[in-house]
């Protein structure tokens, strides 16, 4: 297996137009592989292994490069063979980093936090950079010092991050109850228990398919973690755990964007490697949408069957909710219903800046603050814009648009395909982020698009 550069080639040109020219459906065949949101906590989880870990169905995202460069630099040996998608890490040389080092390489992601456990762990200490991530809201890190800190972990916040500190005992089992089924803070909570001494009792877990395989990953590693049906997560601490062999859930965000795309585009894709059991809520929504799908062994077929598309009124929640990441892409294909469709975000309070594109290309969607169409949430008199009125169908346009966030950005993607006209998108290289070879899959797809 050779050592190969970072994934540039699966990114997109930085600074680089994309020219979209719409009003064709998509269709023909494309693979999703691993999932963007558990490959590179499986990776950081190699950092508590005694031998080396394999991973594979890795995807070329960005996501997964800049977790690699973070391994490297703590002296973790990473290995990937990107044809393939196994990536093999080999953490016997771990190693600490300054603060400056990790500033330089983490900008872009918010994963450089989850390093923290597994650090104080290894090394006693840990330092957490000014965080990346997509901009959807405040995004505070709040439960995961909470958290870090009742493992009895030292939190001091400097003027160049905030740095932690293991007691000198090494960090101990507690209780923790999330305020919200935070993905990250659970994440943060399981990494660290596992090696912790004693007993961790997670209450108000999330339990995303995600963190699912996390678990998958870190009881073959040597941990004991059981899962309640009531959001409560029971770690017993280990003194010792070895490397693992992993194959990675299939990105379930990824697979249900191009499922939106075909719909959006009255298409008809195949999506290689789609898992019907962790998409069954997007499925029921894409079906009462009007979307047609068949689940095959190897992936589902998504396709628009002709006629209109039906309004609905969706909430996003958390896992077995319909997931905030499949909204951006799915409301493109409501502009195209026949009526009014509401849509409450209630994960985060602010997921409905790529709006302001869609209307500029002709769509008729409002943004409200109230919790509009089901229970208040928890962003209810907040002045947040979190409640969304789409009245369809409205023909969609060609416009000059810009990339605000990744799925955002795959929605302005998906409304440049189904748009009369040209589009001309800007800022596409976020999309690399998460979307491995978007370019050659929309290729493949027979979409008509362009470098500029
Ligand atoms: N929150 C806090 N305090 C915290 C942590 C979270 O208030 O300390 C709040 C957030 O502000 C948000 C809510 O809790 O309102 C949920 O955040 P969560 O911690 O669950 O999100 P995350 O771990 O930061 C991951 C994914 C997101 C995905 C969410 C929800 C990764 C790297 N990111 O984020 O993915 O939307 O879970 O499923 O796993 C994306 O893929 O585009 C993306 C944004």
Redesign the pocket.
């Known amino acids: 297996m050779q050592k190969t550069d970072t994934a540039l080639s699966s990114t997109a040109p930085s600074g680089k137009v994309l020219r979209v020219e719409g009003g064709s459906p998509l269709y023909g065949t494309i693979s999703v592989r691993g999932a ?3 490959v ?2 499986a990776m950081v989880a190699s950092l508590l292994g005694h031998s080396p870990s394999q991973l594979r169905n890795v995807p070329l995202i960005r ?1 997964v490069d800049v977790v690699r460069d973070m391994l490297n630099l703590h002296g973790v040996d990473v290995i990937f063979d990107e044809e393939e998608g196994v990536m093999i890490l080999d953490p016997s040389h771990v190693d600490a980093a300054t603060p400056t080092e990790i500033d330089a390489l983490s900008g872009s ?3 450089p936090i989850l390093f923290c456990g597994p650090l104080l762990h290894r090394l006693g200490e840990a330092f957490i950079p000014e965080l990346g ?2 901009v ?11 958290t870090l800190r009742r493992f009895g972990a030292e939190v001091e916040k400097t003027s160049e991050g905030i740095r932690l500190t293991a007691p000198a005992g090494g960090l101990k089992g507690t209780q923790i109850n999330l ?9 943060q909570t399981l990494l660290t228990a596992v090696m912790a001494q004693g007993i961790t009792t997670l209450t108000g877990a ?1 339990i ?1 398919p ?1 963190i699912m395989d996390l678990i998958n990953v870190l009881q073959k590693m040597g941990a004991i973690i059981s899962v309640d049906t009531d959001r409560t997560i029971r770690i017993e601490g280990v003194e010792r755990l070895e490397g693992y062999s992993h194959t990675a859930l299939p990105d379930r ?1 990824e697979a249900a964007s191009w499922g939106s795309a075909a719909l959006a585009t009255r298409g008809d894709v195949f999506v290689r490697g789609a898992h019907q059991p962790d998409m069954i809520t997007f499925l029921n929504t894409f079906r009462k949408v009007g979307g047609a799908f068949d689940v095959e062994e190897d992936g589902i077929r998504f396709y628009h069957p002709g006629g209109s598309l039906k309004p609905i009124v969706l909430e996003t929640n ?2 077995p909710g319909f ?3 499949w909204q951006q892409p799915l409301v493109v294909a409501l502009t195209q219903a026949d009526g009014l469709s509401i849509v409450h975000e209630t ?3 602010n997921r409905f800046g790529f709006v302001t594109a869609l209307r500029k290309m002709g769509a008729n969607i409002q943004v409200y603050t109230e919790c509009v169409g089901s229970a208040p949430c ?1 962003f209810q008199a907040k002045n947040f814009h979190h409640s969304a009125v789409i009245s369809g169908p409205t023909p969609l346009h060609g416009a000059d648009i810009t990339v605000p ?3 955002g950005g795959f929605s302005h993607l998906i409304a440049a395909l189904a748009a009369e006209g040209v589009s001309h998108v800007s800022g596409i290289d976020v999309i690399s ?2 979307y491995e070879h978007f370019m050659s899959k929309l290729l493949k797809l027979h979409a008509k698009v362009e470098y500029v």
């Not at 959807?136 to 909470?146: K, T, Y």
């Not at 305020?179 to 659970?186: F, I, R």
Request: charged share 35%; net charge negative.
């Open positions: 963007k949101n558990f590179p906590k996501d992601s918010r994963i991530g997509c959807i809201g405040d995004r505070p890190i709040d439960f995961h010092l909470e305020p919200y089924p935070s993905v990250g803070a659970t994440e999330a995303e995600e965000i958390v896992h997931m905030t990441d994960v985060y309070e928890r966030d990744l799925r982020r998460g």
